[in-house]
Each structure stands twice: as C-alpha cells, then as structure tokens.
C-alpha cells in the first residue's frame, strides 16, 4: 500500500508543481486573459503541460533506470552468465522482430526485470543479480521474454501517452470546474483568478490526479497479462508459468524504485480497493490466465 501511496501521490505532486509554476510566472493569468471564456485556449494550455512532462520522463527513461538502480550495462561480457544473458536476450529480440536493446544488470536481491526506453529498437532491459542467482535458465528466458513483449508492443509509449492524456484532463478539468465553484463561491472577479480560485484548482487535481490513476493502472495490468502472452509466445509457454510460480515464491520488498516498479515484472499487490492502483494483477490470476491459452 506504502508503494501504491508514493506512486500516486509523485503523479499528483508533478501536476501540483506545475499548477504552482503556472501561477509564480503568470502562465494562469496569460491563459485567462487570452480566452478563459474560450475553452480551446485552455485544452491546448492543459496538453503542453499534461504531454511535456510525461514526454519528459520518457525520454530520460533509460537514464533514470540507469541512474536510480545503479544498473550496469553489459558492454563486453565479463563470464559466462553475462555472455549467455546478452545472447539470449538477442535471440528473443530477433524473434520479437525489435532491435537489440542495452543489456544490463542491478544489484538487486530480489527477482525481478524491467524494461524501458523511448522506442522499439532503442530500449533498456535490466535483470535483478537476485534473479540470475535464484532462477533455472529456463525460467529467466521466459522472463525476457515477457520484457521484450513490453518493448515490441510499445508499452513504454503508450503509457506515456495515456498519462498524458490523463494529466491534460486533470488539468483542464480542474481549472474549469474550479472557476465554476469559485464564482459559486463569490470569489475574485479579476480573470486571472484568486488566491481562492488557485487553492481549489490544487485541490481538484488531486481528486481528479486519483481518479486519472486508476485509468493508467487499469492499463498497467492489462498490459501485463499481454506481456506474459508474449514471453509465452516467445520462450513457451510452461516456461512462462513456472517463472510467475516462481516469482510467487520470494519473500521480501520489491527494491526497485517506484518510478521504475511498474515496469518490472511483478510488484506487491494489495488487498482490496488498494489493487485498484496496483500496476500488476496478482501472480495466481496471470498463472491461470496463461493456463487458458493453447499450449505453444
């Protein structure tokens, strides 16, 4: 819950940063002044500030992952893990019709992989040291696969164009649903708004920043279950299920950090309305769903 708690509240506190930005140079006032009444000015305000931030962070993906894992990227393998790691990950690229991504390992104890990066052919895919050590090879080629799915589908884009669109309407809709309560509220006349006005816009975008957050984690475990197809597809599909199994076998915390914990392939699942903002379905519901499907 702790994990589920940063993830939103690191969403709501961007679009509050960028609210109070807005406010400190004027960018609110100018907007009003130029066409408050006219709500096409302000939908263009709400998506250069929704889509730059999420673009932002896509493109420095691979340097944050990098950066906040301590990730080592596999240049010149140093033994025979490493030369047989790169070469797996190659063949399963091949056959995922996506360029060779970056190779890297973190020094992590848990079992887990991530992958990220802007584009199909220009991805990042990083294993835990934990899941080289506890894993059969077997099982570790399953788990590449299900991350060279993420990549071959676009997960990383689309997610980055669904937040978007989320953080554009939060936005949007904050600022018109709080001039209409502010003017209820016998607010300030002046177009720009008031210190009232701008008190409840913080407010409504975190209603509406909470509410944006169950449409991208939805998503988010959606495109899970799309990505263990895939890793089943592509490494089979027994391989695939006996990682997830073991995977439901470790005990303790995921250590990536939450802004890279979506993209691994598993995280902690809540309990009740908290799995609404988890960014995985639980391990038994992706096991039986792969149970389902033909043998491959």
Known sequence: MRRILLFVLTNIAVLALLAIVCRIFGIDQWTAAHGYGGLGALLVYAAVFGFGGAFISLAMSKSIAKWSTGARVIDQPQDETERWLVA???QLANKAGVGMPEVAIYDGPEMNAFATGMSRNHALVAVSAGLLQNMARDQ??????????????????????????????????????GRIVDSAMGGSNNRGGGLGYFAIVIVLQIVFGLLASL???????????????GGARLAGRDRMISALQRLGQQDGANTL?????????????????????????PLEERIARLRGIAAL
């Open 257 to 281: 950090p939450k802004a890279i914990a979506a993209f691994g392939i598993s995280d902690r699942v809540g309990q009740g309305i908290a799995r609404l903002w988890m960014s995985h379905p």
């Open 140 to 177: 570790i080629s399953a788990v590449l696969g299900h991350e060279l799915t993420h990549v071959a589908n676009g997960d990383m884009l689309t997610m980055t164009l669904l937040q978007g669109v989320m953080n554009t309407f939060v936005i949007f809709l904050a600022r018109v649903v």
């Open 88 to 90: 797996t990950v190659q």
């Open 215 to 229: 449409v991208v984690m939805a998503f988010s475990r959606w495109r899970e279950f799309r990505a263990d197809a």
